[in-house]
């Protein structure tokens, strides 16, 4: 079915280590995929994306990792700042009806000071 | 630059009422997707529009439409309210529409409250 899965509802770090958010996606065939960071009362946020014919992106203090073998995806967040606190969504882009995102949950990132 | 705006921001509605929902995309986008977002969860995807033509259509019943307009803003109506369409919508935009992979951008939302 259509899924977009994550491992962890919650995550709790201290200000300056580093996060780790994983996701599972179900689809096999899908070949893009994308995480968004979404604060209180606002919409998500582009972060960072990634094509199937990667395994790992890097952005600034952000980096994914693709692994289509097990269909998972983590987006690692390097020196966590409060400002990171927000859920954070993986979503994965399905061919067909338009290439709509299927996202998942979410993670709710918590820094503590 | 402008991002995607979206109006009202907030909206409440009782049963039965219909709703209209506005979007104007990024300067140069000429794709627009709509989604739901219930409190909780992810966004589930309603619309998608390119170039003024229908390009996907989520799992949602007939009582929502959309359409696109030349200048590419959209509107999502939702007729015959139900309590369960409270909820917070999403425009997106992209630059293309369809198969591409283009960034899908989010405009803040209108959160709508049916009572």
């Known amino acids: 079915g259509e899924s977009v899965g994550l491992h962890l509802p919650t995550l709790s770090v201290q200000e300056g280590d580093n996060s780790i958010i994983n996701c599972a996606y179900s689809?096999?065939?899908?070949?893009?995929f994308i995480w968004y960071k979404q604060e209180s009362g606002k919409g998500p946020q582009f972060i960072i994306d990634?094509?199937?014919n990667m395994d790992k992106r890097q952005g600034q203090r952000v980096t994914v990792l693709l692994n289509k073998t097990v269909k998972h995806l983590s987006l690692q967040i390097a020196a966590t700042q409060p400002g990171d606190s927000a859920v954070y969504f993986c979503?994965?882009?399905?061919w067909g009806q338009g290439g709509k995102l299927i996202f998942g949950q979410g993670t709710e990132l918590s820094v503590k000071p | 630059d402008a991002g995607v705006t979206q109006s009202p921001t907030h909206l409440i509605k009782t049963r039965g009422q219909h709703v209209t929902l506005r979007c104007s995309p990024i300067s140069g986008h000429k794709s627009v997707s709509w989604y739901q977002q219930v409190l909780g969860q992810g966004p589930q995807f309603i619309f998608q529009?390119?170039?003024?033509?229908?390009?996907g259509r989520g799992n949602f019943p007939d009582r929502f439409s959309a359409r696109q307009f030349p200048n590419y803003s959209s509107e999502l109506n939702v007729n015959a309210l139900l309590l369960g369409d409270s909820a917070l919508y999403l425009c997106a935009s992209s630059l293309e529409g369809g198969e591409s992979t283009d960034t899908q951008y989010f405009g803040p939302g209108t959160r709508l409250t049916v009572l």
């Open positions: 979503a994965e882009r399905w």
């Open positions: 689809n096999s065939a899908s070949d893009y």
């Open positions: 529009y390119y170039e003024k033509e229908e390009r």
């Open positions: 990634i094509r199937s």
